[in-house]
């Protein structure tokens, strides 16, 4: 035999929600069909399962996979005869909240440096706003998840910032850079008038963090200690010149 009037089932246009979200449903039935059932969601049905019009809440796992399947099944009306059960299905697209990530990029840079490049993973279906600070120029890609920035004479140290939006909402990020400086001119201290012969003369400039000192003299005059430090012990010998005693500060900035 036939079945003459055929169970229908429609679940829906599949949709898209927030990952806080409900989804607000209307399925419905049709042919012979007298009730209804929605199954397959491991989320919460309100007010039940038996209802056309429901609100979904998806579950946790469900959120975190992004998706959810609900399929609405129409009764078989007569039992044992040739007509049969009707099933619709739809689908959840669940949107989560966007991710940052690591940003990736120096963070310790030098005054007057360019063509620094800070990133994070491209996403799609996403905006990108960057923030530097005070003193640093973003050359380049702001509104993108990559920029080109110039550390400029003023910049100080802090963070590269960064907030991913999409319809959902906006996550943030943010990278602490130190920026640093080439040493500062020294002025060396020391005797200006020595004798030949003369032993334990010494010569120095103030101490500055992070940097290394390399000393030269004149000829016939001998470094006995200190060199590589802020201070140095010198013999003036019996071939010794005048001339200059001098010291080199270099750091990883200049």
Known sequence: SVCTNPPTANAGVDKSICYNATASIT??????????????????????????????????????????????????PDGSGPCVAATDTMIITIINLPSVGT??????????QTSVI????????????????TGVTITAGQGTNSITTTWGASAVSGNVGISVSNS?????????????????TPTVTGSSSVCLNQTGVVYS??????VTYTWTV????????GQGTN????????????????????????
């Open 27 to 76: 399925g419905s039935i049709g042919g012979a069909a007298t009730s209804l059932t929605w199954s397959g969601g491991s989320g919460t049905y309100s007010p039940n399962t038996t209802t056309a019009s429901i609100t979904y809440t998806p579950s946790a796992s469900e959120v975190a996979a992004g998706t959810a399947r609900l399929i609405l099944t129409a009764n078989d």
């Open 103 to 112: 940003i990736a990029g120096p963070t310790s840079v030098c005054k007057n």
């Open 118 to 133: 800070y990133s994070v993973a491209s996403q799609t279906g996403v905006s990108y706003a960057w923030t530097v600070p």
């Open 168 to 184: 959902c909402g906006t996550t943030t990020g943010s990278l602490g850079v130190t920026v640093g400086s080439a040493p500062t």
């Open 205 to 210: 400039v103030t101490a500055q963090t992070g």
């Open 218 to 225: 004149p000829t016939g005059v001998t470094i006995t200690a």
């Open 231 to 254: 201070s140095i012990t010198t013999t003036w010998g019996a071939s010794a010149v005048s001339g200059n005693v001098g010291i080199s500060l270099t750091n990883s900035c200049g």
